[in-house]
């Protein structure tokens, strides 16, 4: 298995510009996590699905943040529009629905908002 | 909701000593305590964990000790090599059921030879 994928590894952007993260949790996995990692703020759950349906979106800072998934193989987190401050590395993980299984997590994606 | 504090944020030691990283939860319905090593610029990968039936979990030269009443868990590196050199991080599960974790801010261990 290729492990948790995500895309892209580096994006650089311009403040008011549209962003779309995109990942793909490992086969077979039931849960999916977004985080944001910022020195700041440390490593930040934004929101969780299981079964392709978000169960807490608690943690998704603003309405400028949104985030899918359409079925089991395939997520996105959208920020329209950029600012500044929500530079940050973007990881996402996945976890089987057993019991408190350990969550496997993407490269991560580092992004630029100029 | 579920709160973790991590101490230190940084710490330094010498290669061959002992490194020891303390947590503490706020929710104790919490009986999920991971524990994740991220190296520079790298991902955050699960080093070792403790479920709230266990008391203690050795893998080699770590091992985590949990303390229900007191709501702490701590994670111990014995004979520490400049390769252990990382942030590591601890959480702990929502809630009893769930799989989503709240982590700790992080601590640098540098590993000097």
């Known amino acids: 298995d290729a492990g948790v994928i995500q895309s892209p590894r580096h994006e650089v952007t311009e403040m008011g510009q549209e962003v779309t993260l995109r990942c793909k949790p490992i086969?077979?996995?039931?849960?999916l996590f977004w985080y944001r990692q910022t020195m700041m703020r440390g490593l930040e759950l934004l929101i969780y699905?299981?079964?392709?349906?978000?169960?807490?979106d608690s943690g998704m800072p603003e309405d400028r943040f949104s985030a899918k998934m359409p079925n089991a193989s395939f997520s996105t987190l959208k920020i329209q529009p950029s600012e500044p401050r929500d530079s940050a590395v973007y990881f996402c993980?996945?976890?089987?629905?057993?019991?408190?299984?350990?969550?496997?997590f993407g490269p991560g994606t580092r992004l630029l908002v100029l | 909701g579920e709160n973790v504090e991590q101490h230190p944020s940084t710490l330094s030691v010498q290669e061959g000593d002992s490194a020891v990283i303390k947590c503490t939860y706020s929710?104790?319905?919490?009986?999920?305590f991971p524990w994740y090593k991220q190296e520079l610029g790298k991902r955050p990968q699960l080093i070792i964990d403790?479920?709230?039936?266990?008391g203690e979990k050795k893998d080699q030269r770590i091992a985590v000790t949990l303390n229900k009443t007191a709501k702490h868990f701590s994670l111990h590196i014995t004979e520490t090599q400049p390769e252990d050199s990382a942030v590591y991080f601890c959480?702990?599960?929502?809630?009893?059921?769930?799989?989503?974790?709240?982590f700790g801010k992080g601590t640098t261990l540098s590993v000097s030879s």
């Open positions: 959480a702990a599960n929502i809630n009893q059921a769930g799989t989503a974790l709240i």
């Open positions: 086969s077979g996995h039931d849960y």
């Open positions: 699905f299981n079964n392709n349906v978000p169960i807490d």
């Open positions: 403790i479920r709230s039936n266990v």
């Open positions: 993980a996945s976890s089987l629905a057993r019991f408190q299984e350990t969550q496997y």
């Open positions: 929710d104790s319905a919490s009986n999920y």
